[in-house]
T-cell receptor, first 116, second 113 residues
């Protein structure tokens, strides 16, 4: 029973390049969340998606960042023209539809992005 | 503005003793709280949760206490084991956006054998 899968686990990019982070939710989960963890900080919510829908992207930077969760395939977090400040661990979580308004989010192992 | 605070960045406890990890929050709209454990190079793993209608929830060696008037929650681990050594994050969510977890900065627990 595979958990949430993320790839790559480590990604190195030079400033100005694009970064694509992938997340495959747990089987049966249709809700995906992306969080970012900067060094010495907690995880910060970025975006919440369901299949083919962005539900809440209030935590996403206004520029260069985008996310999608297509009907088929993994969820993708895309960062265009990366800068050094984008270096962080990016975690994806998934959940089934919330029951009673709340849910448990199951996290993947994260992708560590390093921008040179 | 840090809405969820874990003021102790680290804690060391002897094996077999109790570990108490603390978390404070500022937003009274939070009504669901969770604790996650994180090992290096892994994602956070859910441990235990509590809703605001309760003041205590217990699961094996882990108990979470919630004091709404003080806006404070704590995680008790009894007895502590070396395998409990990890970073512990508390998280909160609320009526507005129950999916949006607000995380604290974490407490690194070290259980000494």
């Amino acid at each position: 029973n595979a958990g949430v899968m993320q790839n790559p686990r480590h990604l190195v990019r030079r400033r100005g390049q694009e970064a694509r982070l992938r997340c495959s939710p747990m089987k049966g989960h249709s809700h995906v969340y992306w969080y970012r963890q900067l060094p010495e900080e907690g995880l910060k919510f970025m975006v919440y998606l369901q299949k083919e829908n962005i539900i809440d992207e209030s935590g996403m930077p206004k520029e260069r960042f985008s996310a999608e969760f297509p009907k088929e395939g993994p969820s993708i977090l895309r960062i265009q023209q990366v800068v050094r400040g984008d270096s962080a661990a990016y975690f994806c979580a998934s959940s089934p539809p919330p029951a009673g308004g709340y849910n448990e989010q199951f996290f993947g192992p994260g992708t560590r992005l390093t921008v040179l | 503005d840090q809405q969820v605070k874990q003021n102790s960045p680290s804690l060391s406890v002897q094996e077999g003793r109790i570990s108490i990890l603390n978390c404070d929050y500022t937003n009274s709209m939070f009504d669901y709280f969770l604790w996650y454990k994180k090992y290096p190079a892994e994602g956070p793993t859910f441990l235990i949760s509590i809703s605001s209608i309760k003041d205590k929830n217990e699961d094996g060696r882990f108990t979470v206490f919630l004091n709404k008037s003080a806006k404070h929650l704590s995680l008790h681990i009894v007895p502590s084991q070396p395998g409990d050594s990890a970073v512990y994050f508390c998280a909160a969510s609320g009526i507005l956006g129950t999916y949006k977890y607000i995380f604290g900065t974490g407490t690194r627990l070290k259980v000494l054998a």
